[in-house]
C-alpha cells in the first residue's frame, strides 16, 4: 500500500487524521478495528466503521472511505 497508493495515505491522514498539511505519510499497521499511519513522524491511528472481516472487506473499506464526501468545516 505505501509504494503504490502515497496520495490514498495522505488523502486518510486529511480526512480522517485531521492532519492539514501531511508530507510523508506511511501505513505501518492494519488490523479488523482500525489502520496506523506514520505522518511526519508521528503515529495515528484512524478506526474503522465495522469490524473489518477480511482481506476483500478492507480493500472495499479503504476504497469507500476514499470515495466519502469530505465533512464540511
Do not use: C, W
Not at 28 to 40: F, G, Q, R, Y
Amino acid at each position: 500500500m505505501n509504494a503504490e497508493h502515497p496520495k490514498a495515505l495522505i488523502e486518510y491522514a486529511k480526512r480522517y487524521g485531521g492532519i492539514i498539511q501531511p508530507r510523508q505519510v506511511k501505513m505501518t499497521d492494519l488490523n479488523p478495528k482500525a489502520m496506523k499511519l506514520e505522518v511526519d513522524g508521528e503515529t495515528i491511528q484512524i478506526p474503522f466503521d465495522h469490524i473489518l472481516i477480511d482481506r476483500s472487506d478492507a480493500h472495499k473499506t479503504l476504497i469507500a472511505m476514499l470515495n466519502e464526501e469530505p465533512e464540511e468545516t
